[in-house]
């Protein structure tokens, strides 16, 4: 799994953490919803950096991906942004639905493998 997701997204809490409450967005996914937006967003971003190593090669045509990843949740861009920033303020929600999201990547990768 790509570790510098999971740096990023810890910074990302750590720097958005504010004494002031954030408002509700107007659709707010709950957090099974957005395990699975994560989930495909995630297992999409590892397929492009797996092709192309270099971020700055794919960047563009990910950014394009996941508009069908989004349209399949029916939701959008702006939607998935401003829930992570409501659920930024709230750093143990937030980590417990990264860490749903890990496991459930993790199992999608363990019910793969054949055991011998």
Sequence with gaps: MNKSF??????FIL??????????PSILLNKSQLIGVIV???????????MFQRKQVYANALDSATYFVFENHNINKSIFEENLKYYSHQPD????????????INNRINSGVKKQ
Excluded: R
């Design 6 to 11: 999971y740096i990023l997204v810890s910074f």
């Design 15 to 24: 720097g958005c953490e504010s004494k002031q409450p954030i408002e509700q």
């Design 40 to 50: 495909d967003v995630q297992i999409l971003e590892s397929h492009y950096n797996n």
């Design 93 to 104: 929600t937030l980590f417990g639905i990264y860490e749903s999201a890990l496991d459930t």
